[in-house]
C-alpha cells in the first residue's frame, strides 16, 4: 500500500491545487448549484456515503495496522471527497433557512463550529502533510554538530549548531545550545526554534541524546481547528440533540 | 500556613468528607421521585440539595489539591497517587456539570463511586504517592484526557444499553434518550480524542501518527458521528441504528483495552506497560 507521492505537491504546488479546490468549488456552488454532482455534495447520501467511506478506510487501518494506507491514493481520494462535502454542506448550512431556502437566519454557530473546525483541521493535516520535515540527529556533550537526518535517512546540514550542554537521566532533562541559544528540553516540553520548527527530545544514551526536528508550517491550522472543534463539542454538551431538520445536514 | 501543613497524612480525612458529601448528593438526587413535576418545590428542593453537596464534594477535594500543590512547591501531577487525586476531581466536576444542565438522576451515583474508587486507592495504597509516572505521562494533558475518555466511555455505555433495549423495544423515548447520551458523550468523547492530539503534539511532535489507539479512538468517534448523521437525517431503521450504536460500542471496547489483544497494534505507543 502507500504509494501516494507525498512529497511531490509539496509547497508551493499543494498551495496551488488547494487554491484551484477551493475556486473550482466556488465555481460549482455559484453557477452549477442544480448540477447532479452538487446535489450529490449536498445529499443525505453524500454525507453518509463519505463518512461511512472514511470510517471503512480507518477500520481497514485499525485491523491490518498497516499505517501506509494513510497514504494511499484510494485514502487521499476519500479525504478530498470528505472534505468537498463539509465544504460544500458548510456553505450550504451555516445560516438558517426557511424551507424554500430564501432567505438566510441567524448564524448556526454549533453547526459552524463543528463542520469548519473539521474541515481546516483535516484539511491542514492534509494539503500540509508534503510540508512537514521530520529529522532526527544526535546532540553530543561540547560539540556542536549541524548533521541531521530525514526518515528516509537521507541527510540535511542544518543551518545552526546544536550542542548539548547537560543531561539529567533523574528527570530526563536536556539542556541545549540550539542556534546560539540555550534551551531546557524535555518530554512533552519541545524547544520553538521558530513559529513553524520544534526541537524534541527522544531519547539518549552515554554519548549525547537524540533529538528530533519538526517542521511543520500548517500545524496553526490544524490548531484553530482543533479550537473550533472543542468549541462546538461544548456547545454539543450544552445543547444536546437536535431536532430533525429540513435542510439535510 | 494552612497550606504547608496539607500532606498525603491527612488525606484521609478530605476523602471521607468528599465522599460523604458525593453519596449524600447522590443519594439525595435519586429520591428525587420521576413523577414529581420539574417545576414542584419538593423536586427544586431535592436538587437544589444534591448539587450543594455535589459542590462542597468538589470543593473539599479542591481545596486538598491546592494544599499539596502549595506544600509541595509545584503542581500535584507527578506521582501516581497525584493523578488519581485529579480523576477523583474531574470525575465529581464532570457529574456535577451533566446533572446541573441535564438532570440525570444516576449520573450523581456514577460520578461518586467512580471518585471514591481513586480516593480509596490513594488511601489504601500509600506507596502510589511517590511512584513517579513515566516521563510521557508527565504533562497537564494526562488527566483531563483520561478522564473525559472515562466518562464518555460510561455515558455511552447507558447509551448502549438502551440500543439493546432499542433493538426489542418500540418505545419512542428509548431512542431520544439514546440520543442525549450520544450527544453528551460524544462531546466528551471528542475532547477526549482533540486533548490526545494537542498532547501528542506535545509529546511526539504529530498532531496525528495512525497509532493503533488513535486509530480506534477515530473509528469510534466516526461511528457516533455517523449514528448522529442518521437521526438527524431521518435515515435508516431503528434496528440499524440500534445496531450502529451497538457496533459503535464494540469499537469503543476495541480503543479502550481491545487493542491490548490484537496482534497488528503491538507496535502501539500506547501500551505503557510492556
Not at chain 2, 87 to 116: E, H, K, M, N
Not at chain 2, 245 to 274: K, T
Request: with cysteine; proline share 3%.
Amino acid at each position: 500500500m502507500g504509494g501516494f507521492p507525498t512529497s511531490f505537491f509539496a509547497f508551493p504546488l499543494n498551495v496551488i491545487l488547494l487554491s484551484g479546490w477551493i475556486m473550482g468549488c466556488s465555481l460549482l456552488w455559484n453557477h452549477c448549484r442544480k448540477s447532479l454532482i452538487v446535489r450529490f455534495f449536498l445529499s443525505t447520501t453524500g454525507t453518509i456515503f463519505s463518512v461511512s467511506a472514511f470510517l471503512i478506510a480507518c477500520l481497514v487501518i485499525g485491523f491490518t495496522g498497516n499505517r501506509d494506507i494513510a497514504s494511499s491514493w484510494v485514502f487521499v481520494c476519500i479525504m478530498l471527497l470528505l472534505q468537498t462535502v463539509l465544504l460544500f454542506v458548510i456553505m450550504r448550512g451555516w445560516r438558517e433557512q426557511t424551507p424554500t431556502g430564501a432567505r438566510l437566519g441567524a448564524v448556526r454557530w454549533r453547526f459552524l463550529l463543528l463542520h469548519l473546525g473539521l474541515l481546516v483541521a483535516l484539511g491542514s493535516a492534509f494539503w500540509g502533510a508534503p510540508d512537514v520535515q521530520i529529522m532526527r540527529m544526535k546532540a553530543l556533550a561540547d560539540m556542536p554538530t549541524q548533521e541531521a537526518y530525514h526518515m528516509d535517512g537521507k541527510p540535511e546540514w542544518l543551518s545552526y549548531d546544536i550542542v548539548l550542554k547537560d543531561f539529567d537521566q533523574s528527570s530526563y532533562e536536556a539542556l541545549v545550545e540550539v542556534d546560539g541559544k540555550v534551551a531546557k528540553i524535555k518530554v512533552n516540553h519541545p524547544y520553538s526554534r521558530t513559529l513553524c520548527e520544534d526541537v524534541y527530545l527522544m531519547g539518549y544514551d552515554e554519548r549525547g541524546c537524540v533529538l528530533e526536528i519538526v517542521r511543520e508550517p500548517w500545524k496553526y491550522g490544524t490548531m484553530a481547528g482543533i479550537a473550533m472543534l472543542l468549541a462546538g463539542a461544548l456547545l454539543l454538551f450544552l445543547r444536546g440533540p437536535q431536532r430533525q431538520r429540513h435542510v439535510n445536514d | 500556613m494552612i497550606s504547608a501543613m496539607v500532606t498525603w497524612d491527612i488525606f484521609i480525612w478530605f476523602a471521607s468528607a468528599a465522599i460523604a458529601f458525593a453519596f449524600a448528593a447522590a443519594v439525595v438526587s435519586l429520591c428525587a421521585n420521576d413523577h414529581w413535576s420539574a417545576s414542584s418545590l419538593r423536586y427544586r428542593r431535592f436538587r437544589r440539595i444534591s448539587i450543594f453537596m455535589s459542590v462542597l464534594s468538589v470543593a473539599v477535594l479542591a481545596a486538598f489539591i491546592a494544599g499539596l500543590w502549595e506544600s509541595l512547591e509545584r503542581p500535584p501531577l507527578r506521582t501516581m497517587g497525584e493523578t488519581r487525586l485529579w480523576y477523583s476531581f474531574f470525575a465529581l466536576t464532570a457529574g456535577l456539570l451533566t446533572y446541573v444542565r441535564w438532570r440525570y438522576r444516576w449520573i450523581l451515583s456514577f460520578s461518586a463511586i467512580l471518585a471514591s474508587v481513586f480516593m480509596i486507592l490513594n488511601v489504601l495504597r500509600p506507596e502510589i504517592h511517590d511512584q513517579t509516572l513515566m516521563p510521557a505521562l508527565q504533562s497537564g494533558w494526562f488527566i483531563p484526557h483520561v478522564t473525559v475518555y472515562m466518562f464518555s466511555y460510561s455515558l455511552l455505555g447507558c447509551a448502549f444499553l438502551l440500543a439493546l433495549a432499542g433493538l426489542f423495544g418500540k418505545g419512542k423515548d428509548i431512542m431520544s434518550a439514546a440520543d442525549t447520551l450520544v450527544y453528551l458523550g460524544t462531546a466528551f468523547l471528542t475532547f477526549g480524542m482533540l486533548s490526545g492530539a494537542l498532547w501528542a503534539k506535545d509529546a511526539w511532535g504529530h498532531y496525528w501518527a495512525w497509532d493503533p489507539k488513535e486509530t480506534w479512538a477515530l473509528i469510534t468517534w466516526l461511528c457516533y458521528v455517523l449514528y448522529i448523521h442518521l437521526r438527524v437525517m431521518g435515515r435508516g431503521s431503528r434496528t440499524a441504528q440500534c445496531l450502529l450504536l451497538i457496533f459503535a460500542f464494540a469499537c469503543l471496547q476495541m480503543c479502550w483495552w481491545g487493542i491490548n489483544y490484537l496482534p497488528s497494534a503491538q507496535d502501539s505507543i500506547h501500551i505503557y506497560n510492556r
